[in-house]
């Protein structure tokens, strides 16, 4: 995982609610041995629709994805993650995730920023009507930023979740930061438990 401790860019305005981990990534690709390729997956059944908001040239190049509310609901799959990191996006901002795929958009580097249903419908509204607005996340300083329509709003993120962002940590460089105290361990251990 790669540190992050600023996003900017503009973003994709998927304006509808309840979307699940399903549409994210259709079952069919969860079938792939690699974990790459899956950006090909992504809300499949949907692209289809030539007025789907993915295939409007006018975001192109975004890296934010701006969903509505309970996004990310249903099975656990880590792919509905990798699907949206593996097609450009770096967060994704709404009023409310799934748990699931907010613990696993955080073990995998994509941002999750939650904010209030208000402020998420206005900015819905607002890049549906300027592609080009410009959004600042500040992992630092728990901040979303758009100057454009002078909006600063704090976001939660648990400062253990943000030290993660910060550091670049998974679970693996999570565990090797604590090598010292668990060779300590180690080595007061009654000799049978030890290893050989």
């Known amino acids: 995982m790669k540190p992050v401790s600023i996003i900017e860019g503009t973003a994709v305005p998927l304006d509808r609610s309840d979307v699940d981990t399903d549409q994210i990534i259709p079952s069919d690709w969860l079938k792939r041995v690699e974990r790459t390729g899956f950006e090909k997956g992504l809300f499949s059944e949907w692209r ?3 007025d789907f908001v993915l295939n409007n040239d006018a975001y192109s190049g975004a890296n934010i994805l701006l969903a509505g509310p309970n996004f990310g609901t249903g099975s656990s799959r880590e792919h509905a993650v990798w699907a949206i990191q593996q097609a450009g996006f770096d967060a994704v901002i709404s009023p409310r ?3 699931i795929f907010k613990n696993n958009s955080t073990k995998n580097g994509l941002v999750p920023v939650e904010i209030e249903t208000t402020i998420a419908e206005e900015l819905m509204r607002q890049v549906q009507t300027d592609p080009n607005l410009y959004f600042v996340i500040d992992i630092a300083k728990r901040t979303l930023e758009v100057a454009q329509i002078g ?3 704090d976001f939660p993120l648990e400062s253990s979740i943000q030290d993660r962002f910060l550091k670049g940590l998974d679970d693996i460089g999570i565990t090797l930061e604590h090598t010292k105290a668990i060779e300590t361990f180690e ?5 049978w438990l030890q290893r050989q």
């Open 151 to 153: 909006l600063t709003v």
């Open 187 to 191: 080595k007061q251990r009654n000799s």
């Open 48 to 50: 289809d629709d030539k």
């Open 97 to 99: 995730f799934g748990p």
